[in-house]
């Protein structure tokens, strides 16, 4: 796969329902970090996690890193319809400032 | 909330014109950058701007690319001659130099069409 590659596609949950979205990437990174974007708007920043943290949790937000397996997952607890967005994984690599871009999760939830 | 400004938020130009999206980062931040994101696709970076220099840039980002930091404030992106592949969401970033805690700050982009 490729740099940053999320996992589903697409994803249909309902209000209430958690949701997990996972991302892989392939470089040494010394950081992770998930964007949200509504359709056709700008991103926004979620949270970031080190290359040294394993967990880290943002209100209704968890996410976790695996180094040795080059991912990470973004869990988000008893969504709410206003959480509808692509959600995407950017890592900054080792030595770079500047992140690279997963292909996103297209999250849809039902009222 | 500190916030990234891009001025237009949509453009539209004719193929071979040249276009100027132009970007208010935020003051106390030092790393500034292009990123463009094709309908359906996914984000891509183009170039980072950084103590006046571009201090890296992709293979997107070629001769008909500029950047510019024409003041203490603005960043410019000036596209020489807009071809049709050009239309996208262009977006521009910033980030502090000290030890990255909340991300990068993103502008809301602005949308090229190239016609």
């Known amino acids: 796969s490729q740099q940053g590659e999320e996992d589903p596609q697409a994803l249909s949950i309902q209000e209430g329902e958690n949701a997990t979205m996972n991302c892989s990437y392939k470089?040494?990174?010394?950081?992770l970090q998930w964007y949200r974007q509504n359709s056709g708007r700008g991103l926004v920043h979620l949270i970031l996690?080190?290359?040294?943290?394993r967990e880290k949790h943002s209100g209704r937000l968890r996410v976790t890193l695996d180094t040795s397996k080059k991912s990470s997952s973004l869990l988000i607890t008893a969504s709410r319809a206003a959480d509808t967005a692509s959600y995407f994984c950017?890592?900054?690599?080792?030595?770079?400032?500047?992140?690279?871009f997963g292909s996103g999760t297209r999250l849809q939830v039902q009222p | 909330e500190p916030e990234v400004t891009q001025t237009p938020s949509h453009q539209v130009t004719q193929m071979g014109q040249e276009v100027i999206l132009r970007c208010v980062p935020i003051s106390n931040h030092l790393y500034f950058y292009w990123y463009r994101q094709i309908l359906g696709q996914k984000v891509e970076f183009l170039v980072s701007f950084y103590n006046n220099e571009i201090s890296e840039k992709s293979e997107i980002f070629d001769d008909q690319f500029s950047v510019e930091r024409p003041d203490g404030s603005n960043f410019t992106l000036k596209i020489r001659s807009t071809k049709l592949e050009d239309s996208a969401m262009y977006f521009c970033?910033?980030?502090?130099?000290?030890?990255?805690?909340?991300?990068?700050?993103f502008g809301s982009g602005t949308r090229l069409t190239v016609v």
């Open positions: 470089t040494s990174i010394n950081n």
């Open positions: 950017a890592t900054e690599d080792t030595g770079r400032r500047a992140l690279t």
């Open positions: 996690i080190r290359s040294n943290e």
């Open positions: 970033a910033s980030r502090t130099d000290r030890g990255l805690r909340g991300g990068y700050t």
